[in-house]
């Protein structure tokens, strides 16, 4: 039997950034994978195969709807070959796959393909593709299963008309028609992928706005885009049944008036959120806890029930973002050899890749109301900004939140091109617990996106913003 320092089961950004970070701390490692590739959901079915669609959909509406206000004119008609966008999509699938699979090597980790479930708490047993079963053994062990789309206990998928965000990834004609049920991340960005190509789209949200967890202003806006594009937003509506009739799919829901209406389309994408992934884990047989929401109960150190067993990302508390599994799999791996990391979970930065894009950070307006805290607010809109009108891109805003009486930032939103990069100055400054006056005051780059940090603190400094 072979045995180990860490074995880590799932190949996620957390379980694969986990095994690096052990392999560079002198551990000996190995990961477990139920799939023939490694990333998880992330990196096959998640971010970056729906970021390659965005950006693909993105240039289409661009050639289409853009082009000419630049003076770009393309002689004939413009047309999507959405089989080649989708094979582009896996090829850069696949070339991010084959990276981790380069980073295992080069870290000398060594990786077992097959579903890993516990045995006890110190031995795996792996059952591979192939039918056969090897158990190896752990000094530690790190849960990263990750998360899998959750469903309404009526709808039943069939995986090709009434479809996951995973089936919206590799779909072979556009849709005329998409329902999307669930105006949050996933919905909204597969949601615009579509509409971008040609699609009508039609999102049916529960809550009375979209992006429920996010600073109110930034759904307001967000919504705004959507309608402009002439998607339907139906908010405050509770659905009750889809159902399916040959090439048809029925959507009845609910409105806030109590009447019952109907949607029909060719395709209904069902994005209600993601449930943590224990499926054959076996967790009881190692004495790990499972609570009531089928995640696995950690402690302040990412430790289960079972003294040397870890969990991280989305089969934990908190916000299920690859880059939260990340950070937690380097904290696992650092505490493990002694070391005493830190993470700050108020500064993990949330984004949603629409165009424009949103991001936030910190405290929304909301939960400082709700907490009592005297705060003040400045914002600068982007079409005030010489690169946004020089780009087109001129929709959004940044807002920043800044505790009222000592001056530090609480929270940053923001909504606009190249936010989700925009964001770390934010995290950045608010690691470092810096004022609104602290961001006013270092220079910016001009003409640059960049700015509209700059002037929302000034706003939020006396009211000083420059260029509005």
């Known amino acids: 039997m072979k045995s180990y320092d860490v074995v880590v089961i799932g190949s996620g950004p957390g379980g694969y950034v986990a095994a690096i970070r052990c392999a560079q701390l002198g551990m000996k490692t190995a990961i477990i994978e139920k799939y023939s590739t490694l990333g998880g959901t992330c990196l096959n079915v998640g971010c970056i195969p729906s970021k390659a669609l965005l950006s693909s959909s993105h240039h289409y509406e661009e050639a289409t709807k853009h082009f000419s206000d630049h003076g770009i004119e393309i002689p004939g008609e413009i047309k999507v070959n959405l089989e080649k966008m989708i094979a582009r999509k896996q090829s850069v699938v696949d070339q991010?796959?084959?990276?981790?699979?380069?980073?295992?090597?080069?870290?000398?980790?060594?990786?077992?393909?097959?579903?890993?479930?516990?045995?006890?708490?110190?031995?795996?047993?792996?059952?591979?593709?192939?039918?056969?079963?090897?158990?190896?053994?752990?000094?530690?062990?790190?849960?990263?299963?990750?998360?899998?789309?959750?469903?309404?206990?009526?709808?039943?998928?069939?995986?090709?008309?009434?479809?996951?965000?995973?089936?919206?990834?590799?779909?072979?004609?556009?849709?005329?028609?998409?329902?999307?049920?669930g105006g949050g991340v996933i919905g909204l960005e597969l949601g615009q992928v579509y509409y971008r190509l040609g699609a009508q789209v039609t999102v049916i949200e529960y809550q009375d706005r979209i992006l429920p967890t996010m600073d109110a202003g930034l759904s307001k806006e967000l919504n705004k885009v959507f309608k402009k594009a002439k998607c339907k937003m139906q908010m405050s509506h509770k659905v009750q049944s889809v159902e399916r009739k040959g090439g048809e799919v029925i959507v009845k829901a609910e409105n806030k008036k109590g009447e019952v209406v109907e949607f029909k389309g060719d395709y209904c994408l069902v994005s209600v959120g993601r449930r943590p992934y224990t499926d054959g884990l076996n967790a009881e047989a190692a004495?790990?806890?499972?609570?009531?929401?089928?995640?696995?109960?950690?402690?302040?150190?990412?430790?289960?029930?079972?003294?040397?067993?870890?969990?991280?990302?989305?089969?934990?508390?908190?916000?299920?973002?690859?880059?939260?599994?990340?950070?937690?799999?380097?904290?696992?791996?650092?505490?493990?050899?002694?070391?005493?990391?830190?993470?700050?979970?108020?500064?993990?930065?949330?984004?949603?890749?629409?165009?424009?894009?949103?991001?936030?950070?910190?405290?929304?307006?909301?939960?400082?109301?709700?907490?009592?805290?005297?705060?003040?607010?400045?914002?600068?809109?982007?079409?005030?900004?010489?690169?946004?009108?020089?780009?087109?891109?001129?929709?959004?805003?940044?807002?920043?939140?800044?505790?009222?009486?000592?001056?530090?930032?609480?929270?940053?939103?923001?909504?606009?091109?190249?936010?989700?990069?925009?964001?770390?100055?934010?995290?950045?400054?608010?690691?470092?617990?810096?004022?609104?006056?602290?961001?006013?005051?270092?220079?910016?780059?001009?003409?640059?996106?960049?700015?509209?940090?700059?002037?929302?603190?000034?706003?939020?400094?006396?009211?000083?913003?420059?260029?509005?």
């Open 96 to 181: 991010t796959t084959g990276g981790i699979d380069f980073l295992m090597k080069k870290n000398k980790i060594n990786v077992y393909e097959g579903l890993g479930s516990f045995k006890d708490a110190t031995h795996v047993n792996i059952e591979k593709n192939d039918g056969s079963t090897e158990t190896i053994e752990g000094k530690n062990i790190i849960i990263a299963t990750g998360s899998k789309p959750s469903n309404l206990p009526f709808i039943e998928l069939d995986k090709e008309r009434i479809i996951t965000s995973t089936e919206a990834l590799k779909l072979k004609e556009i849709p005329k028609h998409m329902i999307v049920i």
């Open 287 to 468: 004495g790990v806890k499972i609570n009531d929401r089928g995640q696995v109960e950690v402690n302040e150190h990412l430790q289960t029930s079972a003294s040397n067993i870890y969990a991280i990302g989305d089969v934990i508390k908190g916000a299920m973002l690859a880059h939260k599994a990340e950070e937690e799999g380097v904290f696992v791996a650092e505490t493990l050899t002694g070391q005493k990391p830190h993470i700050d979970y108020n500064l993990i930065p949330g984004v949603v890749y629409t165009w424009p894009e949103v991001a936030a950070v910190g405290k929304t307006e909301e939960e400082l109301k709700e907490a009592g805290t005297a705060y003040k607010v400045g914002q600068f809109p982007f079409r005030a900004l010489g690169r946004a009108r020089a780009s087109g891109d001129i929709d959004g805003f940044v807002k920043i939140l800044a505790d009222k009486t000592t001056d530090e930032v609480l929270g940053v939103h923001m909504i606009g091109a190249r936010c989700a990069d925009l964001i770390a100055e934010a995290v950045t400054a608010m690691e470092f617990r810096a004022s609104a006056e602290d961001i006013s005051r270092y220079s910016h780059a001009h003409p640059t996106f960049a700015e509209a940090i700059k002037e929302a603190a000034l706003a939020a400094t006396d009211d000083r913003a420059l260029h509005v």
